[in-house]
């Protein structure tokens, strides 16, 4: 691995996940892509009022085609941009009953073939609900190992960064370090004013030691 990665992933991976939602319980994969689906763009605690009773309405992917867009929406108000999300939803579930019988296939590959599910979707549902390593990045990835391994903020366009991309090609995914990164990032390396001197790898990360030296 390359210096300092596996001890940065070693030690904010050991600190588990530090926040409670109420997909993070779920594993069957139609829960965890509706999740995604409802955080692109939304406060995961404004998602977490709405998902688990979207889900007991529409438990499989077929349970959202039996009803009208408009029921579909209604559920989704809430959360803002429901008509996008009510009609991106309609056509992966058409997409799961044409294609897999309405079952969530459980493969990286085969998620990503589904419409509307990108690069993190099918890498974040592969990784929690399918137990598969799959390279991921997001802006809170992106930001602590931009600043930990490489001394860097990450650019905007991180999306596109190739020695990111390196870096997380390389660490071997789970679900409790997907979600110990992404809590570590809300809490400690935030965006705006990262708390580094209370950071349980300030000794080790490359953007705090090169600042103070
Ligand atoms: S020392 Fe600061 S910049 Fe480095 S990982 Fe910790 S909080 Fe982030």
Same mark, same amino acid.
């Given at each position: 691995m390359i210096g300092g990665l596996s001890e940065v992933v070693g030690v904010v991976g050991g600190l588990g996940p530090r926040r409670w939602w109420p997909w993070r319980s779920r594993v069957d994969p139609w829960a965890v892509l509706i999740a995604e689906f409802l955080l692109i763009q939304t406060d995961a605690f404004k998602v977490s009022l709405t998902y688990e009773g979207f889900l007991r309405r529409f438990p499989t992917p077929c349970s959202i085609l039996e009803v009208g867009q408009g029921e579909v929406e209604a559920m989704l108000k809430p959360l803002g941009l429901y008509r996008q999300r009510a009609e991106r939803l309609r056509r992966a579930a058409e997409y $799961? *009953?044409?294609n897999y019988d309405c079952r969530v296939p459980c493969s990286y590959s085969e998620l990503r073939g589904i419409p509307g599910v990108g690069d993190y979707i099918a890498a974040a549902v592969a990784i929690v609900a399918c137990g598969e390593s799959k390279p991921i990045l997001d802006t809170? $990835?992106?930001r602590v190992l931009s600043r930990a391994v490489l001394g860097r903020n990450p650019? *905007? *366009?991180y999306m596109s960064d190739k020695e !990111?991309?390196? !870096?997380v090609r390389q660490v071997k995914w789970n679900k409790e370090l997907l979600y110990s990164i992404i809590d570590f990032a809300s809490e400690v390396c935030t965006a705006r004013n990262p708390k580094c001197t209370q950071c349980p790898i300030k000794n080790i990360c490359k953007y705090h030691t090169g600042k103070v030296m």
């Open positions: $799961i *009953r044409d809170n $990835i992106a650019s *905007r *366009r !990111l991309w390196m !870096l």
